[in-house]
């Protein structure tokens, strides 16, 4: 893919969030291989901050960097834009500490963008390809990034009070960034407010620009503009925080309870990563010929664990109890109360999330793949998901039993998988998995 900056240059005006000034925000084209570009025009000499994760002064309530005595306040929402409407190389002109808050949504700057057109460069645009599992934790919030070809957020917001949770699962390309992300606005709980204020921060905060959540009332000036629309905004900030990475991710990033601080630790952790693949070079990764036994009946964690790629926190399957002939399996997860995710998901209440069902029937399937299918040194990588149901709720305590079973596998290129994990005999979710093959260095098994 060719890397993209703007055509024109475009302009727009309005009162910044936290500091409350008025602000005049320009985007100009950029050449390729220049990346997002801030220039403080109101500071002597008009420094430029090339915003990166090591930048980041301040983490509450919004995304602050620093270069020297040039400050940058609440770049989350101008970054997840640029990164949502896969801009590379940009320069945007600005006149004071802060872009303007508009309506608190990123759907103003989106505007922006695609009225100064957007064009390809001659340059190919490069991504961080994570090949390994990436985890952090900060209190009751947890965000886990996984290997994948492409982004795609998993996202499950909540409240201390468990009133206002929802999730969403969604891959993020421009198309869905522009109609399902990008108009999500920021919130805030109404009891917050007063702190806030005596932070110094929201002197320029609004019902215009902020959705205010009091009990079980929205107060704003608009209503709602999803039934969802707090979890679309987590990640709206999770795009624009992860762009501080200094290059397009390709991930699944799982968040619980997500925050500008996790999301920084998360980017901080993908930065060191990043840092240290340029430093040497990609060991490449041993045949794996071996760990294609079809006369095995049964796995244990060991022979599980080389053949898969994925590590704790983020195994789904405990053990195979049993093959049935080439294409059908049954498997087992134990759902212990130490699992990470029943921190946030939720106190009060642990339930394993349904996204994590999905893992585990998508982790069975793919090893009963691995023994059923030629794969000729390939790893089965997990496409899309049909027919996804949840019946019942899984609780600590609980043993899943995932039954997989191939329906369809083409050209030993394209294969089907109908899963269901059952508890006590009782279905509690079920899903239609469906499967390629791609070379073994590029792959991963799993919900990426």
């Given at each position: 893919?060719?890397q993209?900056?703007?055509?024109?240059?475009?302009?727009?005006q309005?009162?910044?969030?936290?500091?409350?000034?008025?602000?005049?925000?320009?985007?100009?084209?950029?050449?390729?291989?220049?990346?997002?570009?801030?220039k403080?025009?109101?500071?002597p000499?008009?420094?430029?901050?090339?915003?990166?994760?090591?930048?980041i002064?301040?983490?509450?309530?919004?995304?602050?960097?620093?270069?020297?005595?040039?400050?940058?306040?609440?770049?989350?929402?101008?970054?997840?834009?640029?990164?949502?409407?896969?801009i590379?190389?940009?320069?945007?002109?600005?006149?004071?500490?802060?872009?303007?808050?508009?309506?608190?949504?990123?759907?103003?700057?989106?505007?922006?963008?695609?009225?100064?057109e957007?064009?390809?460069?001659?340059?190919?645009?490069?991504?961080?390809?994570?090949?390994?599992?990436?985890?952090?934790?900060?209190?009751?919030?947890?965000?886990?990034?996984?290997?994948?070809?492409?982004?795609?957020?998993?996202?499950t917001?909540?409240?201390d009070?468990?009133?206002?949770?929802?999730?969403?699962?969604?891959?993020?390309?421009?198309?869905?960034?522009?109609?399902?992300?990008a108009?999500?606005?920021?919130?805030t709980?109404?009891?917050?407010?007063?702190?806030?204020l005596?932070?110094?921060?929201?002197?320029?905060?609004?019902?215009?620009?902020?959705?205010?959540?009091?009990?079980?009332?929205?107060?704003?000036?608009?209503?709602?503009?999803?039934?969802d629309?707090?979890?679309?905004?987590?990640?709206l900030?999770?795009?624009?925080?992860?762009?501080?990475?200094?290059m397009?991710?390709?991930?699944?990033?799982?968040?619980?309870?997500p925050?500008?601080?996790?999301?920084?630790d998360?980017?901080?952790?993908?930065?060191?990563?990043?840092?240290?693949r340029?430093?040497?070079?990609?060991?490449?990764?041993?045949?794996?010929?071996?760990?294609?036994?079809?006369?095995?009946?049964?796995?244990?964690?060991?022979?599980?664990?080389?053949?898969?790629?994925?590590?704790?926190?983020?195994?789904?399957?405990?053990?195979v109890?049993?093959?049935?002939?080439?294409n059908?399996?049954?498997?087992?997860?134990?759902?212990?109360?130490?699992?990470?995710?029943?921190q946030?998901?939720?106190?009060?209440?642990?339930?394993?999330?349904g996204?994590?069902?999905?893992?585990?029937?998508?982790?069975?399937?793919?090893?009963?793949?691995?023994?059923?299918v030629?794969?000729?040194g390939?790893?089965?990588?997990?496409?899309s998901?049909?027919?996804?149901?949840?019946?019942?709720?899984?609780?600590?305590?609980?043993?899943?039993?995932?039954?997989?079973?191939?329906?369809?596998?083409?050209?030993?290129k394209?294969?089907?998988?109908?899963?269901?994990c059952?508890?006590?005999?009782?279905?509690?979710?079920?899903?239609?998995?469906?499967?390629?093959?791609?070379?073994?260095?590029?792959?991963?098994?799993?919900?990426?």
């Amino acid at each position: 893919m060719k890397q993209r900056t703007l055509a024109r240059e475009v302009t727009i005006q309005g009162k910044a969030l936290h500091t409350g000034e008025e602000v005049t925000m320009t985007m100009r084209p950029a050449p390729a291989n220049h990346g997002i570009v801030f220039k403080r025009v109101d500071l002597p000499g008009s420094p430029e901050l090339r915003p990166r994760v090591d930048q980041i002064s301040d983490l509450v309530r919004a995304t602050t960097i620093q270069v020297g005595h040039a400050k940058l306040h609440t770049v989350e929402h101008i970054l997840s834009a640029l990164t949502g409407c896969g801009i590379d190389n940009v320069l945007i002109e600005i006149n004071a500490s802060e872009p303007p808050i508009m309506d608190g949504s990123a759907r103003p700057f989106v505007n922006m963008i695609l009225q100064a057109e957007p064009v390809e460069q001659d340059k190919d645009r490069e991504y961080f390809t994570l090949d390994a599992p990436v985890s952090v934790s900060r209190g009751n919030s947890t965000i886990i990034a996984l290997p994948a070809d492409e982004l795609k957020i998993s996202c499950t917001s909540a409240d201390d009070r468990g009133i206002h949770t929802q999730h969403l699962s969604i891959a993020i390309d421009p198309d869905v960034y522009m109609s399902q992300i990008a108009a999500a606005r920021t919130f805030t709980i109404y009891e917050d407010i007063e702190e806030l204020l005596k932070l110094g921060k929201i002197k320029g905060g609004t019902l215009d620009c902020a959705v205010v959540i009091k009990g079980d009332k929205i107060l704003s000036k608009e209503g709602l503009r999803f039934n969802d629309e707090f979890v679309r905004h987590k990640i709206l900030d999770i795009i624009g925080d992860i762009t501080l990475l200094g290059m397009p991710l390709k991930a699944h990033i799982i968040a619980t309870r997500p925050g500008h601080a996790i999301n920084a630790d998360l980017t901080k952790a993908l930065y060191e990563k990043l840092l240290e693949r340029k430093k040497k070079p990609a060991k490449k990764k041993a045949a794996r010929a071996d760990t294609l036994r079809p006369n095995e009946t049964s796995l244990d964690i060991k022979r599980i664990l080389e053949m898969m790629p994925h590590r704790y926190p983020f195994v789904m399957v405990d053990r195979v109890i049993e093959f049935i002939g080439d294409n059908e399996l049954v498997a087992i997860k134990n759902v212990s109360i130490n699992e990470p995710y029943f921190q946030g998901h939720y106190p009060e209440e642990p339930l394993m999330p349904g996204v994590l069902q999905l893992e585990a029937m998508a982790q069975a399937s793919g090893l009963l793949l691995l023994r059923g299918v030629s794969v000729d040194g390939r790893t089965p990588f997990f496409m899309s998901a049909d027919k996804i149901k949840f019946r019942r709720p899984v609780r600590p305590g609980d043993q899943l039993t995932i039954n997989a079973k191939l329906t369809k596998v083409r050209a030993n290129k394209l294969a089907v998988a109908e899963a269901t994990c059952t508890v006590g005999g009782n279905v509690v979710s079920s899903a239609e998995l469906m499967f390629t093959l791609v070379d073994a260095e590029t792959g991963v098994m799993g919900a990426g």
